[in-house]
């Protein structure tokens, strides 16, 4: 899926500046040292977005990114002992919108979404 190098060079990245983007996701440092998994909604529009089909990505957004952490020893070791923080965003352009995040099993909803 992914090349080695690929996961060797983001998290000698991640570990000197905090984002790094591999493939369809973005993975992340934040300030207390948790591992942020960002992928974007597929919607072209914002009003396409629905709770139903956020659920629907932000399952393959974690789902990409068990495929990684099962390719790449590194990585495991990486986040060994981090909390994982998996989110949607809705890509905007030159901005983005948080739609909605998992961390410990809990889903947090930065939209007001059916």
Same mark, same amino acid.
């Given at each position: 899926?992914?090349?080695?190098?690929?996961?060797?060079?983001?998290?000698?990245?991640? @570990?000197?500046?905090?984002?790094?983007?591999?493939?369809?996701?973005?993975?992340?440092?934040?300030?207390?040292?948790?591992?942020?998994?960002?992928? &974007?909604?597929?919607?072209?529009? %914002? @009003?396409?977005?629905?709770?139903?089909?956020?659920?629907?990505?932000?399952?393959?957004? @974690?789902?990409?990114?068990?495929?990684?952490?099962?390719?790449?020893?590194?990585?495991?070791?990486?986040?060994?002992?981090?909390?994982? @923080?998996?989110? %949607?965003?809705?890509?905007?352009?030159?901005?983005?919108?948080?739609?909605?995040?998992?961390?410990?099993?809990?889903?947090? &909803?930065?939209?007001?979404?059916?």
């Amino acid at each position: 899926m992914l090349e080695y190098g690929t996961i060797k060079t983001a998290l000698a990245f991640l @570990k000197e500046n905090g984002y790094y983007r591999v493939g369809d996701i973005r993975l992340g440092i934040d300030e207390e040292g948790d591992f942020l998994v960002t992928g &974007w909604s597929s919607c072209f529009h %914002l @009003k396409s977005i629905t709770r139903s089909n956020a659920l629907e990505e932000l399952q393959e957004i @974690k789902s990409l990114f068990y495929k990684m952490h099962a390719e790449s020893s590194e990585l495991s070791d990486f986040i060994k002992g981090r909390k994982i @923080k998996y989110s %949607l965003a809705y890509d905007m352009g030159k901005s983005g919108i948080g739609v909605c995040s998992e961390q410990d099993d809990i889903v947090s &909803w930065q939209l007001d979404l059916k």
